[in-house]
T-cell receptor
Framework: DTAVSQTPKYLVTQMGNDKSIKCEQNLGHDTMYWYKQDSKKFLKIMFSYNNKELIINETVPNRFSPKSPDKAHLNLHINSLELGDSAVYFC???????????FGDGTRLSIL | GEDVEQSLFLSVREGDSSVINCTYTDSSSTYLYWYKQEPGAGLQLLTYIFSNMDMKQDQRLTVLLNKKDKHLSLRIADTQTGDSAIYFCAEMNTGFQKLVFGTGTRLLVSP
C-alpha cells in the first residue's frame, strides 16, 4: 500500500511527442507537488496544488500542464517533448502546504 | 533569495560518525528537513526540525540548527554501509509553501 505512487516508473520517448505521468496519494493529504531532478541530482519544484487548486507554478514552460481531478491525484502532461526535459520527475504530497512532504519513487523520463 | 548549499561528497568508514553540513539563506524558513535518496529510488524523509529548536535526536540521527549562522547539520552515529546514499537538506519557504533543496551530499560508507 504505497503512500505516493507514480506511473510509469520509466518513460522513453522521442522528441516532439506528448506524454503524461500520473500520481496518486492515499495519505488523505490536501497538497500535492511535482519536482524535477536533473542529471546533477538538483531538485526543483515545478508545481503545487492544494485541494485541486494551483498554488505554485515555478516558471515552468507552458508545455507542462498539471491536472488535478481530485485532491488525491495530480497528473503531469508534457507537450512537444524536448531533449532538455530528460530528468527524473517526482510527485510529493503533504497534509498542508507547510507540513513534511512525502515523495513517490519518481518517473525517469528519457528523450531520444 | 533562496539558496541552500551542501558539500558534494563525504566518505567515512563503517562504525564512524558522519556529519553532513548545510547552509541556507532564507531567514524566514520555519522548517528544515533532511531527506535520503538511495540509487534509483525516491526521497525518504529522515527527520526535520522546527526553526525554534536547536537540536533534535532520533535514534542514530542528530540534527543541529544554528539559526544565527543559518547552519544545519545531520550527524549519523555508527554509520553503516546501508547509509550510503545522497542526503538532501531542504528549507520550507513558508511564504510560498515550497521546499527549496540543497545540492545534495553523496555519502559513501566503506567497510
Amino acid at each position: 500500500d504505497t503512500a505516493v505512487s507514480q506511473t510509469p516508473k520509466y518513460l522513453v520517448t522521442q522528441m516532439g511527442n506528448d506524454k503524461s505521468i500520473k500520481c496518486e496519494q492515499n495519505l488523505g493529504h490536501d497538497t500535492m507537488y511535482w519536482y524535477k531532478q536533473d542529471s546533477k541530482k538538483f531538485l526543483k519544484i515545478m508545481f503545487s496544488y492544494n485541494n485541486k487548486e494551483l498554488i505554485i507554478n515555478e516558471t515552468v514552460p507552458n508545455r507542462f500542464s498539471p491536472k488535478s481531478p481530485d485532491k488525491a491525484h495530480l497528473n503531469l502532461h508534457i507537450n512537444s517533448l524536448e531533449l532538455g526535459d530528460s530528468a527524473v520527475y517526482f510527485c510529493a504530497s503533504s497534509l498542508l502546504g507547510n507540513q513534511p512532504q512525502h515523495f513517490g519513487d519518481g518517473t525517469r523520463l528519457s528523450i531520444l | 533569495g533562496e539558496d541552500v548549499e551542501q558539500s558534494l561528497f563525504l566518505s567515512v568508514r563503517e562504525g564512524d560518525s558522519s556529519v553532513i553540513n548545510c547552509t541556507y539563506t532564507d531567514s524566514s524558513s520555519t522548517y528544515l528537513y533532511w531527506y535520503k535518496q538511495e540509487p534509483g529510488a525516491g526521497l525518504q524523509l529522515l527527520t526535520y526540525i522546527f526553526s525554534n529548536m536547536d537540536m533534535k535526536q532520533d535514534q542514530r540521527l542528530t540534527v543541529l540548527l544554528n539559526k544565527k549562522d543559518k547552519h544545519l547539520s545531520l550527524r549519523i552515529a555508527d554509520t553503516q554501509t546501508g547509509d550510503s546514499a545522497i542526503y538532501f537538506c531542504a528549507e520550507m519557504n513558508t511564504g510560498f509553501q515550497k521546499l527549496v533543496f540543497g545540492t545534495g551530499t553523496r555519502l559513501l560508507v566503506s567497510p
